[in-house]
């Protein structure tokens, strides 16, 4: 009878522990393993205080539907409390949430709350039944039209792998379906002028930024509109003005690589090319 009870016992101790060592504890591996298998993460954003956290992973992730289902994941379980630029990356606000990402990083879409079985099972679906985030996207963008969020996030991830006409389509279509969200208007527009510089005529590049710092004169990334703005002006031949731009926005710069860009600028400026 003793060893039936150990029997029992192990047995039961080690399906917890295969259970439980299902969800990963590092991001990055994650991220690697996704690649590598070609799969979709899911990660589990918990803080050790809050009670809906404790019924997500004690009663709902072990679920048989739910688990079968999220096998096809590459699982990560974080303490959000010690992630805060992971939490500030995906726009985490509260917890538990649940965040579904691709191999690269990129955000598909997430879960705040306590989630369902339900919520859980059929948004995990949707995800799978997709070879990639460009095809859930574009899934998307059919269900919800009038959605520029979407649109900015497929533009984004065009942009990311160097695909700048369709990029540039989708900031397009971004900017088209948000007049009443400025933010995404502001982001779009911002976006856009990015791919005009790196990819398209220098005067085009111009007068998109000109635009810019017309029409959103107080957005937080006005210095950074100027600076490009000046390195365009450069470009088609237009020092002075180039300079004189360059040189005001210079003390403002706050990251190394604009300051680094900036002085590189207005050295070619200052030798004539």
Request: overall charge neutral; charged content about 30%; glycine content about 4%.
């Amino acid at each position: 009878m003793l060893r039936f009870t150990t029997l029992v016992f192990s047995f039961i101790f080690c399906s917890s522990l295969s259970a439980e060592s299902s969800w990963g504890n590092s991001i990055q591996k994650g991220f690697e393993t996704a690649k590598q298998e070609n799969k979709f993460i899911i990660v589990d954003v918990f803080a050790d205080w809050c009670t809906y956290c404790m019924v997500l992973e004690k009663e709902i992730f072990p679920d048989p539907e739910v688990s079968r289902i999220l096998d096809q994941f590459v699982r990560v379980r974080l303490d959000g409390e010690e992630f805060p630029n992971l939490r500030k990356k995906y726009n985490v606000e509260g917890y538990p949430t649940i965040l579904f990402l691709d191999g690269d990083g990129n955000f598909v879409t997430k879960i705040v709350g306590l989630a369902t079985k339900e919520d859980i099972v059929s948004l995990s679906k949707r995800i799978l039944q997709e070879p990639n985030l460009e095809s859930f996207l574009k899934t998307e963008i059919r269900k919800e039209k009038e959605n520029p969020h979407l649109n900015f996030r497929l533009g984004l991830l065009y942009f990311q792998n160097k695909e700048y006409e369709k990029a540039e389509e989708q900031f397009l279509a971004s900017i088209q379906k948000s007049k009443n969200i400025p933010i995404v208007k502001e982001n779009s527009h911002f976006n856009l002028n990015l791919i005009r510089s790196v990819n398209g005529p220098k005067d085009g590049a111009v007068s998109s930024w000109k635009e810019f710092i017309k029409n959103y004169p107080n957005s937080k990334r006005i210095t950074t509109a100027k600076l490009y703005y000046g390195i365009s002006l450069k470009e088609t031949g237009d020092l002075k003005l180039a300079k004189s731009i360059l040189t005001e926005i210079q003390p403002k710069l706050v990251s190394e690589s604009d300051k680094t860009i900036c002085k590189e600028t207005l050295l070619q400026i200052e030798k004539g090319f």
